[in-house]
């Protein structure tokens, strides 16, 4: 039995269940390595069950060596209750956030002696400590990133849309390595950088204008993120002082943070830096995130979060100052939380402005 399976199967024992369900794609794949995008895992504290259709069979055999594959022939539901049964299973964790209402009857009405029992954030809560496996899929996808933005440096001009750049950044980490966009890009330029989650339109840049670029990459099935910020031609002196503001706070945080800290305690190494020189309001989102299978995990540095970040946790770090009307300035970064100190993932240059060249 591997490592994830133990772990999920000591918590198992503990809340005295006689199997669980995990219907949840990214959890799944966490749990048996198998990509496709239909089957439920059935895990006892002595087996562990894939049940997928002919469709992903033969690909279950290869990405699921660990697991006993159960064959779907006509009804995912049918298979389910099949396996349960012949396990006499008696009393069955869900996936409080995946199974609706519906699916919950019929599973009761298919297996009425079973006592089904709401599960939250079990599996996430595995995710939440990254192994050595995944950190370096996380590496790839952070150099992949950190490289489309150096390259951006390079090229970006006044005169281009928004559109045109998130399409070649786009283009450059898929042709470097990437699967896919771990999300859409943000390219924000001018008044509209104040829009933390913008999308890219077709207004085009021009010399002066505050330009904020959000992107990241799928390697390996595990996400990057990063953000950069920087005015296009010289900087204005008020722009100087937002951006070594935004700066100050981020490195802050990836010196400060460690193991065992409240997402509280995190988000207020920055929050308190910035609020301190007059911008408070000004930075409306939490600190960051966690990033793995998916681009927002659990935990997360925010005012909201009261758990700890424990050691492994690969986290975002992004503060910001948003000014409607003016632009806004944020910064991320990934690290890898550690006991003593963490590590700083991301490597991408920061620059402060883009010179126009000469024509």
Known sequence: ?????????????????????????PNRRYMTGFTGSAGTVIITPDRAFLATDFRYYEQAQVQ??????????????????????????????????????KGLEQYKAALPDVEWVATDGIVEGLRAVKDEQEIEAIKKAVAITDAAIEDV???????????????????????????ALSFSTIVAAGPRSSLPHAVPT???????????????????????DLTRSFIIG?????????????????????????????GR????????????????????HGLGHCVGLEIHEEPRASMMYQGPINAGAA????????IPGWGGIRLEDIIIVGEGESTVLTKAIKLMAIPVPSR
């Open 1 to 25: 039995m591997n490592q994830r399976l133990e772990r999920l199967v000591s918590i198992l024992t503990k809340e005295g269940l006689d199997a669980i369900l995990v219907e949840y794609a």
């Open 64 to 101: 699921a060596p660990d697991y006993e594959l159960y064959r779907i022939t006509l009804s995912p539901l049918k298979a389910v209750a099949e396996c349960l049964q012949s396990l006499g299973a008696k009393r069955v964790g869900y996936e409080s956030h995946v199974v609706t209402v």
């Open 153 to 179: 440096f390079t090229w970006i001009r006044p005169g281009m849309t928004e559109l045109e750049v998130a399409w070649r950044i786009e283009v450059y980490q898929r042709t470097h390595g990437a699967s």
């Open 202 to 224: 077709d207004r085009p840049m021009d010399v002066g204008d505050p330009v904020v670029i959000d992107m990241g990459c799928v390697v390996d099935g595990y996400c990057s």
């Open 234 to 262: 010289e900087a204005t002196e008020e722009y100087a002082k937002v951006w070594n503001k935004v700066l100050e706070a981020q490195l802050a945080c990836e010196k400060g943070i460690v193991a065992g800290m409240s």
């Open 265 to 284: 305690e995190a988000d207020a190494i920055a929050r308190d830096i910035i609020y301190s020189a007059g911008y408070e309001g000004q930075f409306g």
């Open 315 to 322: 986290l975002t770090v992004e503060p910001g100052i948003y």
